[in-house]
């Protein structure tokens, strides 16, 4: 028996066959995460887990912990493009595209945190979205936070893709689309593929642009903040405007 199920039940599935092991395995899994609650497993049964949905029978489990050791981690793994993720043996585009669907999930999760109350007073909700949306991005990526006259998210934009150390920026597009959205606030965001989020000396120089720009324009840069994978660099904090 299986979780109450009889093997015989099933056509050819017998206690030593692959399949029988296989379906008892993703039983005890699921047992498992009831009884003690997600948070409990490990990266690779989480991943398993979920994978049980797109590949209704065989061992996902050699999958799970190669897609683990390709990208380094579960957060990376979910931020991994298709494309990226295809290249991982048994990962085909339906997986794939299951895969991101985690990631989408949590990117919109995190942005209904902050997207109705004033930013700047979920600042530990803003972190936890900006980590989502950048930590394990592998080229610079720059993005603007846009906000009303009560610090209320108008919208989240991808102003430029950059290469693994540099993403050009210019003051003159994010005003722009700034005074398009009739957006009062801004706060600046990008990513250090690196993983080290310590501002270089052209990131600061960028930004003292882009504060000017805002100034004649009546529009405020309430931070920029530099996501790596080791944690999260905000200017206003390190005194840098």
Avoid: C
Wanted: glycine share 8%; net charge positive; aromatic share 6%.
């Amino acid at each position: 028996m299986v979780s109450g199920r009889s093997l015989k039940a099933t056509p050819g599935l017998t206690e030593a066959s692959p399949a029988a092991h296989q379906l008892g395995h993703r039983e005890r899994l699921r047992d498992r995460a009831k009884a003690g609650g997600l948070t409990a497993l490990p990266d690779y049964e989480l991943l398993e887990l979920y994978l049980f949905r797109t590949f209704a029978r065989g061992d996902v489990k050699p999958m799970a912990k190669a897609l683990l050791a390709r990208f380094g981690s579960f957060g990376a793994t979910i931020a991994a493009s298709i494309e990226e993720l295809k290249t991982v043996a048994g990962v085909g585009e339906s997986a794939a595209v299951d895969i991101k669907l985690l990631h989408e999930a949590a990117l919109r999760a995190g942005r209904d945190k902050i997207a109705k109350r004033p930013v700047i007073s979920s600042w530990t909700a803003l972190l936890g979205y900006v980590r989502v949306a950048l930590a394990n991005e592998p080229r610079e990526q720059f993005r603007v936070l846009f906000l009303d006259n009560k610090n209320r998210l108008i919208a989240d934009e991808v102003m430029n893709h950059g290469t693994v150390d540099h993403a050009p920026v210019y003051p003159r597009e994010v005003m722009r689309r700034a005074l398009e959205l009739s957006s009062s606030n801004i706060i600046l965001l990008h990513n250090h593929p690196s993983g080290d989020p310590t501002p270089s000396r052209p990131d600061i120089d960028m930004t003292k642009q882009i504060v000017e720009a805002g100034k004649a324009l009546k529009i405020n840069v309430h931070d920029h903040l530099v996501v790596g994978r080791d944690g999260v660099a905000s200017f206003k904090a390190l005194g840098l405007f």
